[in-house]
């Protein structure tokens, strides 16, 4: 039997016929990378190829490194490997990477989410033999409420917060959650602070010519009273620092799709949990899947081992893979103990990645 066009091996998913390596997590000679994210675009690599909208981004995160970039649905071809990227919705720039070679083809989907956010280009299906998946939130408990209704509840929260003369933090992490909620904030309410984080991730966004809405980076001469008013953005590290706490009394939102266990809002102490992802929910994953009209599933992260039974049930060739992806903060699998106590009714589930959980909260921001 021939060789697999892409192979799962200990520095990443590994295609020998072209040579080159999709998100791996060791030092390699040529990556293509889905999108910045730290648990996908690592540092160390010789030749890096990414969509044009990660640029700016992985020059900030990654610092000078020897990158060529291509649109959506332009091919590169390395050794008779056609190589092209397609939509997957998560974040600005994240790819889908399709690998064509004698008429097989496999698709790497990175980090993915169905539903259109307004600011990262949407989600389109790729025909493909092979499809390597995310299951992030591949149980049934995990169901997403249209984003117009997700901000109408922000944005009642921050507007009952002024009326109270109560300071308004959204905490949301700095590439994706943040220009998401930055986007569909109502300003006629106020104006946006930001932490210096992810301020710096928006002016690498807007360096590659996305238009965000109008920030103000918060620094040590911002007038507290005035910060007070608006809505502060801020990332999950700040949680509880010094920081956030001069701008008290505050309420205290945070937006994830973690939100939709109870116990999650309950151990980061926040005020209002906002159940919003930047991956597809349990509907979102399997439509995303049928979609690709594929035989083969490769489950990467995420509840893989009950999202793998599932989908053999229903007739999908499928298998779990081990990889290192699921670092970042929304990948990373919440505590055992909460998911034991609102998941315990559905099937029986394995956590597959401790990898999230061992890095402290504030390592898994550093790492962004
Ligand atoms: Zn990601
Ligand atoms: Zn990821």
Request: with cysteine; proline share 4%; net charge negative.
């Amino acid at each position: 039997m021939a060789k697999p066009l892409l192979e799962f091996t200990d520095k990443g998913i590994y295609c020998a016929q072209g040579k080159f390596y999709i998100d791996p997590w060791k030092p390699v000679d040529d990556a293509v990378i889905t999108h910045a994210h730290a648990d996908h675009a690592y540092w160390g690599h010789i030749n890096y190829l990414a969509h044009h909208l990660s640029k700016e981004v992985l020059f900030y995160r990654l610092g000078e490194i020897n990158l060529r970039t291509v649109e959506y649905g332009e091919t590169v071809t390395k050794n008779g490997v056609h190589i092209s990227m397609y939509p997957a919705g998560h974040v600005i720039g994240s790819a889908q990477i399709r690998v064509e070679y004698k008429g097989v083809v496999w698709v790497v989907s990175g980090d993915y989410k169905t539903d259109d956010d307004g600011i990262s280009t949407p989600f389109e299906p790729v025909k493909c033999h092979h499809f390597i998946s995310e299951c992030t939130f591949g149980m049934p408990v995990y169901s997403w409420k249209p984003q117009a209704e997700i901000f109408t509840d922000v944005n009642n929260w921050w507007h009952t917060n002024v009326d109270n003369g109560v300071a308004t933090v959204i905490v949301g992490y700095s590439l994706g959650k943040a220009q998401r909620i930055l986007q569909n904030l109502d300003l006629s309410i106020g104006k946006v602070y930001t932490h210096g984080v992810i301020e710096n991730t928006n002016e690498a966004l807007r360096r590659n010519g996305v238009i965000l809405n109008p920030t103000e980076r918060i620094t040590p001469e911002s007038s507290k009273e005035e910060v007070r008013k608006g809505i502060i953005l801020a990332p999950p590290s700040s949680v509880g620092t010094p920081w956030m706490r001069k701008f008290g009394p505050y309420s205290f939102g945070y937006c994830s799709g973690w939100m939709a266990l109870r116990g999650a809002k309950r151990r980061r102490a926040a005020d209002r949990g906002f159940i919003m992802s930047d991956h597809a929910d349990w509907n979102g994953l399997v439509s995303a899947i049928d979609a690709t009209g594929c035989e083969c599933v490769y489950l990467t992260h995420g509840y893989t081992a009950s999202f793998t039974r599932y989908l053999n049930e229903i007739g999908f060739n499928a298998r779990e893979v081990h990889t290192l992806y699921g670092g970042e903060e929304e990948d990373a699998v919440v505590t055992e103990n909460e998911e034991k106590q609102e998941t315990s009714e559905l099937p029986k589930q394995e956590k597959v990645l401790s990898f999230g959980e061992d890095l402290g909260e504030a390592k898994k921001e550093d790492a962004q």
